[in-house]
């Protein structure tokens, strides 16, 4: 589980250089995709490691592959996100990741109910949520075009 720890620690740092090399002139994407790895893939996967490793619970095997689909969501969607001005099918890109992102959050949730309840589980399992109510509502913005976002605010 260190190399999950490892990734967590290599996209912050990605997502600070992005930011200084882009910092003269920032692209929507540039910005967008800074916070993203700093936050979602570092900060966030950070969080959920430390809160699983707390846990104690004896189904590695099973918490790996629920990191190993949070990463490839998390690919998924920068990719996507990347195309998606270039190409019509790039949103299925950020759907498939976000399907990912969830079925991982899924899993790590449900393994969490085999060990014994205590706060710390009870943190993890709000987290867990957070992301899964956030991420539709994050997927849905991102299916929807710049121009369609400034005319519902006006």
């Known amino acids: 589980m260190e190399f999950f720890g490892?990734?967590?620690?290599?996209?912050?740092?990605?997502?600070?250089?992005?930011?200084?090399?882009?910092?003269?002139?920032?692209?929507r994407f540039a910005m967008w995709v800074t916070a993203y790895l700093v936050l979602i893939v570092g900060v966030v996967q950070a969080g959920l490691l430390?809160?699983?490793?707390?846990?104690?619970?004896?189904?590695?095997?099973?918490?790996?592959?629920a990191f190993v689909l949070y990463n490839l969501g998390n690919i998924g969607v920068i990719a996507g996100r990347w195309l998606k001005g270039?190409?019509?099918?790039?949103?299925?890109?950020?759907?498939?990741?976000?399907?990912?992102?969830g079925i991982a959050m899924l899993i790590l949730g449900g393994l969490s109910l085999t060990v014994t309840f205590s706060w710390v589980h009870a943190i993890l399992l709000a987290f867990?949520?957070?992301?899964?109510?956030?991420?539709?509502?994050?997927?849905?913005?991102?299916?929807?075009?710049?121009?369609?976002?400034?005319?519902?605010?006006?």
């Open 6 to 27: 490892i990734v967590a620690a290599l996209a912050i740092v990605t997502g600070g250089t992005i930011s200084a090399f882009t910092a003269r002139r920032p692209t």
């Open 50 to 65: 430390f809160g699983w490793q707390q846990l104690g619970s004896p189904l590695l095997g099973w918490a790996a592959t």
């Open 86 to 101: 270039k190409e019509s099918w790039a949103r299925y890109i950020v759907y498939g990741g976000g399907a990912l992102l």
């Open 128 to 154: 867990i949520v957070i992301i899964l109510v956030s991420m539709p509502i994050g997927l849905w913005l991102s299916a929807r075009s710049h121009k369609d976002l400034h005319k519902a605010g006006k």
